[in-house]
C-alpha cells in the first residue's frame, strides 16, 4: 500500500491525502488560476474519491495534502509516484503540486517533498516535468536550485493544446545544500506568517 507517513515542517506538513479530501482537491486543482497548466480533474465528487481510494493501492505512488500547521487548513496538494526502485534506491516523479495563491506554502512543500524522498524513501534521485509556458513554477523551481534538464519527453493535453514540458531534477548529493536553503526560506516564510496573525 502506498499511504505515505506525516511528514511536519515549520509552518505546514505534508499529510497523507484521504477520501474526505477530494472536494478541497477539485476546488483547488479547478481554480482557474490553477488549472491553466494541470490536467483537468473533470469527473464528480464520487469520481475523485474513487480515485483517491485507488491511488492508495498503487505501489510507490505518495500523494498528500499540504496543511498549515498553525490553522489546521488544508493549502496544497503534492505528490510522488512512479518510483523505480532500484540497488541505490532508484529515482521518483514529482509532481501533482499545486499550493493556495498566498499562502507562501510552495517553498516549504517542496523542500518537505524532497525530504520525503531523500529522506523516507531514500531514492538517489527526484525529478519532475513542468509545461514550457508555466513560468511561475519554472522560474520557482529554479528559484530553489533545481538542475534545469532542458526539454523533456513528456508532453501534456490541456484543453486542444499539447505542451512541451521541461525536466527539473535534484540528486541525492545536492539535497543538503537544496535542504539549507529551502530551511531558511521555511523560516523566513514562518516568521512573516506569525507577525500577520
Ligand atoms: C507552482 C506553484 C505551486 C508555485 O507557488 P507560488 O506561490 O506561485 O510560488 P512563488 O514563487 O510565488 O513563491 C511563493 C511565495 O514565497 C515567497 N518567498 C520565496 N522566498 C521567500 C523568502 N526567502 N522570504 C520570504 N518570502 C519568500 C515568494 O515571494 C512568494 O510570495 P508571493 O506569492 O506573495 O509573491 C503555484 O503557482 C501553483 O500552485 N500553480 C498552479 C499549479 C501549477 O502550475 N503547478 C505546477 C505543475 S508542474
Given amino acids: 500500500l502506498a499511504v505515505g507517513l506525516t511528514l511536519e515542517g515549520i509552518r505546514f506538513r505534508l499529510r497523507p491525502v484521504v477520501a474526505d479530501d477530494a472536494s ?4 483547488l486543482r479547478n481554480d482557474p488560476q490553477n488549472a491553466r497548466f494541470l490536467p483537468p480533474l473533470t ?12 491511488q492508495h493501492q498503487l505501489v510507490g505512488d505518495y500523494y498528500f495534502v499540504v496543511e498549515d500547521l498553525r490553522t489546521g487548513d488544508p493549502v496544497g496538494l ?10 541505490d534506491g532508484g529515482v521518483i516523479e514529482w509532481g501533482r ?22 529522506e523516507i524513501l531514500k531514492v538517489r534521485e527526484v525529478f519532475g516535468y513542468s509545461i514550457e509556458q508555466n513560468e ?8 530553489c536550485g533545481l538542475d534545469d534538464r532542458g526539454l523533456g519527453s513528456t508532453t501534456y493535453k490541456i484543453g486542444d493544446q499539447v505542451h512541451r514540458s521541461l525536466c527539473f531534477a535534484l540528486k541525492r548529493d545536492q539535497w543538503p545544500e537544496f535542504e539549507a536553503k529551502l530551511t531558511r526560506t521555511a523560516q523566513q516564510i514562518s516568521q512573516i506568517l506569525g507577525r500577520k496573525q
Avoid: M
Fill in 97 to 118: 503540486f499545486v499550493v493556495a495563491d498566498k499562502s507562501l506554502a510552495a517553498p516549504e512543500t517542496s523542500l518537505l517533498s524532497h525530504r520525503y524522498a531523500f
Fill in 43 to 54: 469527473g464528480t465528487l464520487e469520481d475523485q474519491r474513487n480515485w483517491i481510494q485507488k
Fill in 78 to 87: 503534492t505528490g510522488l509516484y512512479a518510483h523505480a526502485p532500484d540497488s
Fill in 136 to 143: 511561475k513554477v519554472i522560474g520557482f523551481h529554479r528559484s
Fill in 24 to 27: 478541497f482537491i477539485l476546488r
